[in-house]
């Protein structure tokens, strides 16, 4: 049985760390004003904007970086004195402690060479190699890139609009987070000072004054910023001693955002003008860190058929926060492939390691997936408690299992010599008129 009084102590230090992290938030540090794409694109995107070290800042943080950062660093050393150097949770935490003193220097040095430094600490590189494989993410990023970009794409008839405006998407959402979460747990509201067409922080979800909906963006939405973000928020703030599980700091950002990615594909709720955009995150991240500068990297994707409007967004994703010349920028965006391609081996070899029960866990809070085996042996002792909200087919994991079964049993395929086969076939067929796409939500 664990020590009660080691519990306590647990529940102290977690809950400091909840309160300090509490007024940092790196996407509001580095955001860019309203104004700056239309000015952009009036000038053909030849000019770079007008955003050096200086604009950022002007920019305050919200919190005085030297007190934060000191006051983390007694943390850390109480979390080792009270736990002890070899506690496995402490350990965990320790880690947590130290990603928020990178994400200090991370903002402090806005604008700067150093920012990417700080950036490739926290979130990785596209030049990184995926997990237990040769393949970097700039590789698989190009390979997505190609398939969404694929003749058949523009063959598909998609019948979705947007013709679903930001008050009437707020309805829908509250009512089906109520569905999920129950009523009171989430909250849904217009806004008017985020970038993206709608974002989740904590127990709500913002949508932007601006923009309109598709009946699929809303699903995306859903479970994407619903099942995802905010459940594993709610999850983490069910623990009864390692509260920190529900307050997510960069090491745990490509495990969330390629679940949430995985959770649009197992839902079918996505579609491949949405999976080209999170591929081509991985290209334009690789692209700034090698030099290009914002121009260059907004042309990159012009040439290769993207609006103006997504060449943008893609670009600004990357360069806010960064230097617009390129090297030293913002690599967050890599997170969703990585984290869909590694979220998707840890569960494939969970199943065949004969695990399959450790999976949902992956829901239990902000986590990392090397946090998982200890978490779950910590769960069974009564620390770590079970999620509360787990999406449909984590519940009950049979469906889960066969499907991703098969997808294991069909990998041993040749999938060349098979496309060989098929192909004679349809060559046989008449090629269909493309359908025209329509301009889908921005989800972050």
């Known amino acids: 049985m664990t020590d009660p009084l080691y519990l306590e102590r647990l529940k102290q230090l977690s809950t400091r760390l909840v309160s300090l992290q509490k007024p940092i938030r790196i996407l509001d540090a580095i955001k860019w004003p309203q104004g700056i794409e239309q000015r952009f694109r ?100 190009e390979r997505l890139c190609h398939i969404f970009s694929l003749p058949a794409v523009e063959h598909l008839n998609r019948p979705y609009t947007n013709h679903i405006s930001s008050e009437e998407a707020v309805t829908i959402l509250r009512a089906r987070m109520t569905d999920y979460f129950g009523a009171g747990e989430v909250r849904v509201q217009i806004s008017d000072d985020i970038v993206s067409d709608a974002s989740a922080g904590g127990d709500c979800i913002k949508v932007n004054r601006r923009a309109s909906f598709s009946e699929l963006d809303l699903q995306v939405l859903e479970v994407h910023e619903g099942w995802v973000h905010i459940g594993t928020t709610l999850n983490g703030r069910e623990q009864p001693w390692a509260t920190w599980l529900s307050v997510g700091s960069p090491r745990i950002t490509a495990i969330q955002e390629g679940m949430a990615v995985l959770l649009e594909t197992l839902t079918f709720s996505s579609f491949p003008q949405r999976a080209r955009r999170i591929s081509d995150r991985v290209v334009a991240v690789d692209l700034a860190e090698q030099g290009a500068d914002f121009c260059q990297v907004y042309r990159h994707f012009l040439d290769r058929g993207v609006s103006e409007h997504d060449s943008y967004r893609v670009t600004q994703r990357v360069f806010r926060g960064g230097t617009l010349t390129g090297g030293s920028v913002f690599t967050k965006d890599i997170s969703y492939v990585k984290g869909f391609v590694e979220n998707v081996n840890f569960i494939r070899s969970a199943i065949q390691s004969g695990v399959p029960e450790i999976i949902p866990m992956l829901f239990v809070g902000k986590v990392t997936l090397d946090d998982l085996p200890l978490l779950y042996e910590r769960h069974l002792e009564g620390v770590i408690a079970a999620p509360k909200y787990l999406p449909p087919m984590f519940k009950n994991l049979n469906g889960l299992y066969v499907w991703f079964g098969f997808s294991s049993g069909m990998s041993v395929m040749n999938i060349a010599r098979v496309q060989q086969h098929f192909s004679k076939l349809f060559d046989r067929m008449p090629t269909p008129a493309p359908q025209a796409a329509d301009t889908d939500a921005e989800i972050d």
Do not use: C, W
Request: hydrophobic share 30%; aromatic share 8%; proline share 2%.
């Open 42 to 141: 009036e000038q053909q995107g030849r000019e770079l904007p007008a955003l050096g070290a200086d604009f950022y800042q002007q920019q305050k943080l919200g919190f005085e970086p030297d007190t934060v950062s000191q006051l983390l660093k007694e943390l850390k050393s109480d979390v080792r004195r009270q736990l002890g150097r070899d506690d496995a949770l402490g350990k965990i935490l320790q880690a947590t402690i130290d990603q928020y003193q990178i994400v200090i220097e991370l903002l402090r040095h806005r604008g700067t060479d150093q920012f990417g430094h700080f950036s490739r600490q926290l979130y990785g590189s596209a030049s990184d190699n995926l997990r237990g494989d040769r393949k970097t993410l700039r590789q698989m990023g």
